[in-house]
């Protein structure tokens, strides 16, 4: 009879031990399970907050490449902190390419403007009459040869033909541009020039 009892006991603590061991299995499965959850929650938020810090914190590397207009006659290219602005075939003028450079830096996490700014002129010489290519080095006052080889002519504007080209003394102001598009969010995707100094209704150009 005790030994009956005895085996009865053993085999209840056995039961309860099994038991234990389940639900210690089984609360081990949930603390790992939260802890994934916890862990994929916060590497969710560090990487919002990195994506959030790369679209807000001013950068000029985020704006590197070719930009255009829907028509391509205005071209931009933002190296590093360098632009380039092409306006193709000048006032309808054929082999005639205005190039307008700058130095960028953000205003704040949107806004960019140039620095130093000036403008040339690239004139293809088989594109104009001998006549006109001349009354254009001619033009002291106005323009300035920068180079010229048997196919092109490169002048550079003087601070009169600025003034008299885009009504203002310095162009600095007018290069200036915010971001309007994203892609992802994050990634520039379309930039405005808001004033009509280049261009009589602004421009806007997209990311090639």
Known sequence: MNEEKEAIATEEQTNATAAERGTDYSNSKKVLVFQLCLGVIILSLLLSLALLSYRLVPNNHKLSGDWQT???VYQLKITGD?????VEELNGMTGVQMEIKTTVHPTDSTYYQGKGTSVSLMITKDK???QTLEAIKQQNNY????SETAKKLIVAYTPEATIAAFNVES???SFRFNIKKWQ????PKEIHFQNDTFAANGLRLIKK
């Open 143 to 146: 323009y300035k040869v920068i």
């Open 171 to 173: 162009l600095d102001a």
């Open 82 to 86: 360098e632009a380039t602005l092409l």
């Open 70 to 72: 829907v028509d391509q």
């Open 184 to 187: 992802y969010g994050v990634i």
């Open 128 to 130: 104009q009459d001998q």
